[in-house]
Every structure is written in structure tokens, then in C-alpha cells.
């Protein structure tokens, strides 16, 4: 055979099972441009066809996988890694956006929670960021509760990031000011009954309302035991697309083992600053962090 004619044959084999791909994912009511271009995006990725998948990946894409690795564009390629959730026609598909450059898109099969960040670039939708989580019931090891107080230095008075674009700083912080205490949590945590914490251990959390009753709860049934800041920040970089700013930290947990947040902060109705959306991908190979007691007060 030709040499042309093999190269537009292999492409036309290529094409017909990327199609194929297309055919078995789950289809929505109206599909919008952002979902249709997620569905391409994931046949490519499963197929691992590179050529289709870059049409789509960000330049700056990244890819936290259920075991808390996170892959640049080229060392997913490179890893041969393939999303964690298959296409079927069981696979539950939820899309939230936020502003007119973000959209996020979920999806769910069983105790399998795939979360992916779309962006609106001069050159149309690309795939910025996605994380998966494989949920378990319960830890599989066991934490330590800190015997000791331990202030929110940081993040709630500083991290290793400095904010540049207004979106940047305004959404850090209100994020700050969020992780200060619970009632600071509960003004800042969008209201939206969809909006949910998903975390390697434990899935999703139910609604913001059964949130608050739960740590109401636990707060009275350890109105003794010490006060324990948030959870620190190592890294963060974020990404503003003015009327929304996607986020991925690195944040060991006191006692627990350290995770991954991928968040989407935006503005509500009123101009506030809140948690939209966020994902708890916990680094399997962490270890318990701990922490020493009397370290000195950030000013």
C-alpha cells in the first residue's frame, strides 16, 4: 500500500474509533459546547489518541489521579494514564458554570467522582485541570488528635502565594477569611445544594445544611478538646478568569495525611467571594502529618 494511502487510512481507522468512543458515553439532555468537548476529551484520553487530546488539554493541564499523583500534559501521555471513570450509559454527568470562562463538570459511577475544569481561551474550551477520586468508606490507617491547640497561622494569615490580578487577591482572601472559623466557613461556602465537598475518604458530603448540623454536633460533643486551626496550604497556584479563579493547593491535614484541592472560587449575587466547588484528593503515599505545639503566632 501507498505510503499516503496507509497515513489517511490509519487516520480514517483513528476517526472511526474515536466516534465509536463518542457513541458510548453517556448523553445529556441538551449536551452544550462544554459538554460535548468533554465527552471528545475523554474518548481521546481513553483511547490515548494524543492528537485528539490536545486539541482539547490546556497548555497548563494537569491531572491528579485516585492515588494523589499529580501528571503534567506530557507525563500523563508519557504514563499512558487513562480516566479513572469509563463511558457508559450509567455514568451520572453534573455541569456547574461559573462566569462566562468556567465550567465545571463532574462526573460519577458508584463510589468514582472524576471533576474537570474547562476554561475559555482566545482559542475556545480547553481542559485546565482534572482530578479523580476513588472513594473509600473509612481510612485505612489511623489518625492523631492533636492533644494541643493549634492556631490558623496559615492559611489564615498567610501561605506561600502571592496574589497578582485582583481576582487573585480577592478570592484568597475571602478564602482565608472562610478557613478562619465555622461561622466565616458558612458565609463563604456557596449555598447551592449541589455545591459539595468530594474527599478520597467518604465520597461526597451531603448538603451544606446537613454540614453544619454535623459539625454543630461534633463541636458539642468535644466542647473540651483543643481548638485546631485549618488545614495549612504548601502550594498554590490559581488561574483568574476575572469573574471566576480556579485554584489547586497542596494541604497536609493535622494529624491526617496530606491532600490535593482543586477549588472553583466566584463571586455570588452579591459580589462575595465563595467556595464554589472543591475536591479533597488525598496523597495515598503521605504520610500522618503532625505538628509541634507552642510554634510562634504569624503577625
Request: proline fraction near 6%; include cysteine; charged fraction near 20%.
Amino acid at each position: 500500500m501507498h505510503r499516503s494511502v496507509r497515513k489517511y487510512f490509519a487516520a480514517g481507522i483513528s476517526f472511526v474509533g474515536l466516534m465509536a468512543a463518542l457513541a458510548c458515553l453517556p448523553a445529556a439532555a441538551a449536551d452544550d459546547a462544554v459538554v460535548t468537548a468533554d465527552k471528545a476529551a475523554a474518548a481521546a484520553l481513553t483511547n490515548g489518541d494524543k492528537v485528539a487530546a490536545n486539541k482539547w488539554l490546556d497548555p497548563d493541564f494537569s491531572w491528579i489521579d485516585s492515588e494523589g499523583i499529580m501528571w503534567a500534559k506530557e507525563d500523563a501521555f508519557r504514563g499512558g494514564l487513562k480516566p479513572l471513570i469509563a463511558a457508559g450509559d450509567d455514568v451520572k454527568i453534573t455541569e456547574h458554570k461559573y462566569g462566562k470562562s468556567v465550567v465545571w463538570i463532574q462526573w460519577n459511577k458508584d463510589n468514582n467522582y472524576s471533576a474537570r475544569f474547562w476554561v475559555k481561551r482566545p482559542t475556545g474550551w480547553k481542559l485546565l485541570h482534572t482530578t479523580e477520586i476513588a472513594s473509600m468508606p473509612k481510612r485505612d490507617f489511623k489518625t492523631v488528635e492533636p492533644t494541643y491547640d493549634i492556631p490558623c497561622n496559615n492559611p489564615c494569615k498567610a501561605v506561600p502565594y502571592k496574589p497578582i490580578s485582583p481576582g487573585e487577591k480577592a478570592s484568597l482572601d475571602e478564602w482565608q477569611t472562610q478557613e478562619s472559623s465555622q461561622a466565616n466557613w458558612e458565609v463563604h461556602v456557596a449555598d447551592n445544594l449541589d455545591q459539595r465537598v468530594v474527599s478520597t475518604y467518604g465520597g461526597a458530603s451531603p448538603s451544606k445544611a446537613d454540614r453544619i448540623i454535623g459539625m454543630n454536633k461534633r463541636k458539642a460533643a468535644n466542647a473540651d478538646a483543643p481548638k485546631v486551626g485549618a488545614a495549612p496550604a504548601l502550594w498554590i497556584r490559581t488561574w483568574d478568569f476575572g469573574d471566576a479563579v480556579v485554584m489547586v493547593s497542596v494541604q497536609p491535614t493535622y494529624g491526617d495525611k496530606a491532600y490535593w484541592s482543586s477549588r472553583v472560587l466566584a463571586p455570588n449575587e452579591s459580589g462575595l467571594w465563595q467556595m464554589m466547588e472543591s475536591y479533597h484528593n488525598y496523597i495515598l503515599a503521605s504520610p500522618v502529618m503532625t505538628a509541634t505545639p507552642n510554634q510562634p503566632d504569624l503577625k
